[in-house]
């Protein structure tokens, strides 16, 4: 079973930065693509980032890109989403998925096997 815990929301004001974090355990886990995603109240489940296995290959939502980072850590079996330039438009609760057999990040939720509880994200205008 496998095991994905992410931690780091919080509030935040416009124009702030976050660092979530998004720690994996599991005795058979092994670490392939990973992704974020985040839900806000009434919306669906949105493609945040994703990054692949090796971490050489990263994907953005459009709505993110060149304020997100995604970043991954091997050793600490960790993934690590920098979130820089917050505007209200971003609050939402943040989940972390992991994919059991890709490599390659996919934008789907569906593709993604394993979730973690989520973690809240706000940001006040």
């Known amino acids: 079973q496998v095991q994905l815990v992410e931690s780091g929301g919080g509030l935040v004001q416009a124009g702030g930065s976050l660092r979530l974090s998004c720690a994996a355990s599991?005795?058979?886990?092994?670490?392939?693509?990973m992704g974020w995603f985040r839900q806000a109240p009434g919306k669906e489940r949105e493609f945040v980032a994703g990054?692949?296995?090796?971490?050489?290959?990263?994907y953005y939502g459009d709505s993110v890109k060149g304020r997100f980072t995604i970043s991954r850590d091997h050793a600490k079996n960790t993934v690590y989403l920098q979130m820089n330039s917050l505007k209200s438009e971003d609050t939402a609760v943040y989940y972390c998925?992991?994919?059991?057999?890709?490599?390659?990040?996919?934008?789907?939720?569906?593709?993604?096997?394993?979730w973690g509880q989520g973690t809240q994200v706000t940001v006040s205008s």
């Open positions: 599991g005795r058979t886990f092994s670490p392939n693509a």
């Open positions: 998925g992991a994919d059991r057999s890709r490599g390659i990040p996919s934008v789907s939720s569906d593709s993604y096997d394993y």
């Open positions: 990054i692949s296995r090796s971490g050489g290959t990263t």
